[in-house]
């Protein structure tokens, strides 16, 4: 794993975050996550930095990121962008029917398996099998064959979890969405994440000027890595005092 440190921000950025392994541990199940404490008023004084070009990208909805960023309510793109709330405040989504045989083998799964977790996700859905490492193959598969030839759903693969999601919805295109908003334009996108998900706003972020961040191990086109969400937690602390005192930059 490349050690190279992102370098502490500029004023003309815009920072785009995940949330699951980048800002909060990964837990055992989604709803154990817990929001560490620094996260919220490190955001808040990002956000203000930065002329609120600050975005959350993650699978969870917009709805599960209110709750774990209480009280803020940051522009964000939520399930991979099925959802996204722009910085004015309003909410875009597609509410695609999710194929009935596809619920159907999700169902099947979790109640052959009692290891493994569903969660259902506006127009999309997720099969956790972080407690059955071994079933991960088996939900592929699963749910790849009920599918079928259906090219208007895709499955995204992730930590321990496999999910189903329409086809060309992805975190890349809400990043797009996100820097055609007169809040992003014209500023640096940078993009902060750890899974498979992340990458698509990665390179959109590379492809515009800017950088990716990947958190933990893996293979990524992001530029820059950091060990985990600690090495996140220093390094977004750092770029939020640098960025209210340039003086004190390193």
Do not use: N
């Not at 992102?6 to 199940?29: E, M, Y």
């Not at 895709?154 to 496999?162: A, K, Q």
């Amino acid at each position: 794993m490349s050690a190279q440190r992102p370098p502490v921000l500029d004023g003309l950025t815009a920072l785009f975050l995940d949330f699951d392994g980048t800002l909060a541990p990964i837990a055992p199940r989604p709803q154990d996550v817990q929001t560490p404490a620094w996260v919220v008023p490190t955001l808040r004084r990002l956000q203000a930095s930065l002329g609120g070009a600050l975005a959350l990208l993650s699978g969870r909805p917009l709805a599960q990121i209110d709750a774990f960023l209480s009280p803020l309510k940051l522009p964000a793109a939520g399930v991979h962008g099925v959802e996204r709330r722009m910085a004015d405040g309003r909410v875009r989504r597609r509410d695609p029917a999710l194929p009935e045989a596809v619920r159907g083998a999700a169902r099947q799964l979790v109640t052959t398996h009692r290891d493994l977790l569903l969660e259902d996700k506006p127009g999309a859905l997720a099969v956790h099998f972080r407690a059955a490492p071994a079933l991960g193959e088996l939900c592929a598969d699963t749910l790849r064959a009920a599918l079928g030839r259906d090219d208007e759903w895709e499955l995204l693969p992730g930590h321990e979890v496999i999910e189903v999601k329409p086809r060309g919805v992805c975190k890349g295109s809400a990043l797009c969405a996100f820097l055609g908003e007169e809040r992003f334009t014209g500023r640096r996108p940078v993009v902060v994440g750890d899974d498979v998900g992340d990458e698509s706003a990665i390179v959109e972020a590379q492809l515009a000027g800017g950088f990716g961040v990947r958190v933990g191990p893996g293979q990524s086109a992001a530029r820059y890595r950091l060990a985990d969400t600690r090495a996140v937690r220093r390094w977004l602390m750092a770029c939020a005092k640098g960025l209210e005192a340039p003086e004190d930059r390193w």
